[in-house]
């Protein structure tokens, strides 16, 4: 049973893809029973495709586990994919060592959401960032150093910059520390920005901040941007377009205004309804199978059925034995497609109202 639609990105924007993710998958080889052979295998993401285009955002949203950042590694290169490839303007990028590697890496900045745990402790801060410029800046800027570095630190709304480059990483706090790891990130004059969850190691005062400056940053300097979190609301007010990931799946993807308001999949009604919002009435949560439960966790096997099947109160007998097929949700030039069987004329039929 098949819509012959699939999860492909977004089409039809007037930039060209900077960064492009096709089909990827990656499965992780672990110890398990001598009854196995002693290995199993663990699938952490399969099938992916996103785009990424110069000056706009997509989120990838899914609980701990989902597979998201593992994604976010794989487009950085820290780890090879066991299916599928990824694109940097469109050519496809093989296991890159030496100059090749570190001009990807310039050009695909990674930025890790401990900002305590991704600066260098025993250097100062203009020594961490001038190294950058040094590796990865742009060769064709020669002004001094100095002047680069006062840059960076006012692009990041940290000035007087004197007052900040002679410091190390334990004298500043955590939202100084997540600008300064910014401007790392811009020191190597980046097309593309890696975002894993920036802001959920900040005290809530400070995020807001943080990630009005990224969104400023991704304007100006018409950078690609992948936004990687567990906070859909927050996707909503930072991204174009917003992907569902569940176990390694996409199960939704679209604009994000249509994907948080009308969302088709259970699970992202289920992250809908997990976000703080004091105004809503509507069912808790945790009537199915809430956030915090560990049911995002990459699957051991690969799934026969769908994989939010054993948490989704909507579940038909068809959901445990077929993996969902893609479907439109409105109309395919809105680009809102779903991995569910509600959403498909042949099974919508079968479904039943919620268990609890
Ligand atoms: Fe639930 Fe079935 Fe849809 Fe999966 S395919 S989300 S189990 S209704």
Redesign the pocket.
């Known amino acids: 049973m098949s819509t012959g639609i699939d999860m492909a990105p977004l089409t039809g924007t007037a930039e060209e893809p900077v960064l492009e993710a096709v089909g990827l998958g990656k499965t992780f080889q672990v110890s398990g029973p001598p009854t196995a052979g002693g290995r199993r295998k663990v699938v952490a993401v399969e099938g992916v495709d996103l785009t990424l285009r110069a000056g706009s955002t997509v989120a990838l949203v899914g609980e701990s586990g989902s597979g998201k950042s593992t994604v976010a590694r794989l487009l950085a290169q820290l780890l090879p994919p066991t299916a599928g490839e990824v694109r940097l303007h469109g050519k496809p990028v093989h296991a890159r060592t030496g100059r090749q590697r570190r001009r990807y890496v310039g050009e695909v900045q990674l930025l890790l959401q401990d900002p305590f745990a991704s600066l260098n402790p025993i250097h100062t801060i203009r020594y961490q960032l001038t190294r950058v410029l040094r590796l990865h800046g742009n060769r064709a800027d020669h002004r001094p150093t100095e002047e680069k570095l006062v840059e960076l630190l006012t692009t990041v709304q940290l000035h007087p910059a004197g007052q900040f480059l002679d410091k190390y990483p334990h004298q500043l706090s955590g939202g100084q520390l997540q600008r300064i790891a910014i401007a790392r990130t811009l020191a190597a004059s980046p097309s593309v920005l890696l975002l894993d969850e920036p802001v959920s190691m900040l005290d809530v005062s400070i995020r807001l901040g943080i990630l009005n400056l990224l969104a400023g940053l991704k304007e100006q300097q018409q950078l690609g941007t992948l936004y990687i979190t567990h906070d859909i609301a927050s996707a909503r007010y930072f991204a174009d377009e917003i992907l569902v990931m569940y176990r390694g799946h996409v199960?939704e993807r679209g604009p994000s205004e249509s994907v948080t308001q009308h969302p088709a999949?259970?699970?992202t009604q289920l992250l809908i309804d997990s976000a703080p919002d004091p105004a809503r009435r509507g069912r808790d949560a945790n009537e199915i199978g809430g956030i915090g439960q560990g049911g995002g966790a990459a699957s051991a096997a690969a799934p026969t059925?769908?994989p939010?099947?054993r948490r989704?109160p909507?579940?038909?007998p068809?959901?445990l034995s077929q993996m969902?097929a893609v479907s439109e949700v409105g109309t395919e030039a809105e680009g809102h497609r779903v991995?569910?069987?509600?959403n498909t004329p042949e099974t919508a039929g079968e479904?039943r109202s919620p268990r609890h």
């Not at 991995?339 to 509600?342: G, H, S, Y």
């Open positions: 199960v999949h259970p699970y059925g769908c939010f099947a989704c909507y579940a038909m068809v959901c969902p991995r569910c069987w509600l479904a």
